[in-house]
């Protein structure tokens, strides 16, 4: 009885959504004191609010990974927003529209990530800041087939992985 007892408490406590706490211990005795902070908010991984970032995506024409002249401006003010921010690493996602097969869509996203790394080096990043993706067709921001959506599916996007502190 005491047994089943134990299960329901503890089931109750895990399903009612027990407030996420951070246990700290005072310096001088381990066991003497513990001090307990609920947390009242999740870090972000960007280490600011998304209105701090100032990363913009470049786009490409079809079937091309060759940057254009509106990219290359798009990817130096990204570079001195980097540079500015040396405590950040991003992922350069490349992306395709929806036309051809997925293995040539995810390979030439992958040449689109590489020329936006490529070019952040030239401008002073450094590469160990930078890791590159493919997704090739797989994440659309727009899914309808017209050149329009196909313009926008056809790019690269610098995201923020970490803020080193």
């Not at 109750?12 to 700290?24: A, E, H, M, S």
């Not at 609920?38 to 995506?57: C, H, M, Q, V, Y």
């Not at 590469?127 to 727009?142: F, H, L, M, Q, W």
Request: glycine share 6%.
């Amino acid at each position: 009885m005491k047994k089943f007892l134990l299960l329901v408490v503890a089931c109750v406590l895990v399903f009612t959504g027990c407030k996420k706490q951070d246990i700290k211990h005072s310096s001088d005795d381990v066991g003497s004191s513990v001090e307990i902070v609920a947390f009242t908010d999740e870090p972000s991984l960007r280490g600011g609010s998304e209105k701090d970032i100032n990363i913009n995506t470049v786009y490409f024409d079809f079937d091309k990974s060759d940057l254009t002249s509106d990219s290359m401006e798009t990817l130096k003010k990204n570079a001195a927003y980097l540079a500015s921010n040396s405590d950040i690493k991003v992922v350069v996602e490349g992306h395709t529209d929806n036309r051809g097969t997925i293995e040539y869509n995810l390979s030439l996203g992958q040449r689109r990530a590489l020329k936006v790394k490529e070019y952040y080096t030239q401008l002073g990043v450094v590469a160990n800041r930078i890791a590159t993706t493919s997704y090739g067709k797989e994440k659309p921001v727009d899914p309808e087939n017209n050149e329009l959506s196909w313009r926008k599916n056809r790019r690269a996007e610098t995201r923020i992985l970490v803020r080193q502190k």
